[in-house]
């Protein structure tokens, strides 16, 4: 059974920084692949970022640069670190999985497990 559980939310100044860690299990990492999502207030879910069993990485355009995706294969522990945080990453943020090698945040439907969610909010 998998199950992913967020942590990390918090609320911070513009310009600062946060790590999102997702502690996972019920898999091995490299027979699935997981990403970051997002939601914000009123707002349509986004894909953030994505990471493959052989660790490529892929970002949504509007956090490239910014934030990084990666994993601890050892700690079973997804992370995203965000940097140069704004005001419009206010969102509650999760962890996602599927078998197989996807770059989930662009193909959200093909989700089978999602983690319970993590706020993020950045003041200006």
């Known amino acids: 059974q998998v199950k992913l559980v967020e942590s990390g939310g918090a609320s911070v100044q513009a310009g600062g920084s946060l790590r999102l860690s997702c502690a996972y299990s019920g898999f091995l990492y490299d027979s699935y692949c997981m990403a970051w999502f997002r939601q914000a207030q009123g707002k349509e879910r986004e894909g953030v970022a994505s990471i493959v069993g052989d660790g490529r990485t892929v970002y949504a355009d509007s956090v490239k640069g910014r934030f990084t995706i990666s994993r601890d294969n050892a700690k079973n522990t997804l992370y995203l670190q965000m940097n140069g945080l704004k005001p419009e990453d206010t969102a509650m943020y999760y962890c996602?999985?599927?078998?197989?090698?996807?770059?989930?945040?662009?193909?959200?439907?093909?989700?089978?497990?999602w983690g319970q969610g993590t706020q993020v909010t950045v003041s200006s």
């Open positions: 996602a999985a599927k078998s197989g090698s996807w770059f989930l945040h662009i193909v959200p439907d093909r989700v089978t497990d």
